[in-house]
């Protein structure tokens, strides 16, 4: 068997132990025990899913029902170092950077989730979180230190821990991630959207030419309450799109390398002169 090569480590002669960022990624690399898979868990790509199946498939929990259980225990399929090293199986799901973006906001922020409250105290509280807008969330995670002070908004690059992982799935076409997954390993991928009611498709979509970007998180709640949500194209003004490519970069050449610029929100090449 050829030896997986894994990211965070060749370029850090420090003890492995004191690598933070071979051990972040290493924490999120989950292992469904049977199979001996490995799934890289990346939050806001379809992760309650497939952390609820994982749950199921590895016998901690019995029903969906139970599917609570996951928000307690992230890393309790967390892989040891030979379990990374000897899986037989290993994929990822990935993400359009500029709709997990969207997706971050619209969800923990708009929402006052716990992530909101971190942010708050992680700017000192000299930001109201009903204040916020989209655009100057964009503006804030231009900082390292507040882009990788939450792993909702964290660049999908940084938990990966594989150089090659055997499959790279797009949260846009999930579809194949289902067949295969089923296929290759057994696993059977439990649709959590309605359990944990994150997903867009319960609200109604308002029209994409309205400019959303700097109301008031305040407000995008109350449109939810009312069952409405802005197109996430709505979100986005052009200076948006230049500042989250830039940002995300390293991201968005991850998605483009394995799917292309076809399901993508946007063209970067359009954006990429800022």
């Known amino acids: 068997m050829e030896p997986r090569f894994l990211l965070h480590t060749k370029d850090n002669y ?19 025990f049977q199979a001996n898979a490995i799934y890289t868990f990346i939050p806001k790509n379809a992760c ?16 969906i029902e139970d599917f609570n259980w996951i928000h307690s225990n ?14 037989d199986y290993t994929f990822v799901v990935l993400r359009c950077p500029y709709r997990r973006l969207a997706s971050a906001f619209l969800d923990k922020l ?10 708050h105290n992680e700017l000192q509280r000299k930001i109201s979180i009903e204040d916020l807008t989209f655009s100057k969330f964009v503006e804030l995670v231009q900082d390292k230190e507040i882009r990788e002070s939450n792993i909702h908004w964290r660049k999908q690059s ?10 790279y ?6 579809s194949t991630c289902v067949t295969t997954v ?7 991928l439990i649709d959590a959207r309605e359990l944990t ?6 609200f109604e979509s308002l029209d994409m030419k309205q400019d959303f970007s700097k109301v008031s998180a305040f407000d995008l709640l109350v449109l939810k309450s009312q069952g409405k949500l802005p197109h996430v194209k709505s979100l986005y003004t052009n200076n948006l799109k230049r500042l989250v490519t830039k940002t995300y970069q390293d991201d968005l050449d991850l998605y483009i390398s394995h799917f292309g610029k076809e399901k993508l929100l946007f063209n970067p090449t359009d954006w990429q002169s800022a």
Do not use: P
């Open 74 to 87: 992230n890393h309790t399929f967390s892989a040891s170092l030979a379990d990374i090293a000897c899986a």
């Open 14 to 32: 420090d003890s492995l132990s004191q690598n933070s960022e071979f051990n972040f990624a290493k924490s999120h690399a989950l292992r469904l």
């Open 48 to 63: 309650s899913s497939l952390r609820v199946s994982l749950a199921l498939q590895n016998g901690l929990i019995e029903s």
């Open 110 to 119: 708009v929402n006052r989730d716990i992530d909101a409250w971190l942010l």
């Open 197 to 202: 009611k994150h997903g867009s498709d319960q």
């Open 169 to 174: 799935f797009s949260l846009e076409k999930f």
């Open 158 to 167: 940084d938990f990966l821990i594989y150089k090659r992982y055997d499959d």
């Open 182 to 188: 089923r296929d290759k390993i057994s696993l059977k």
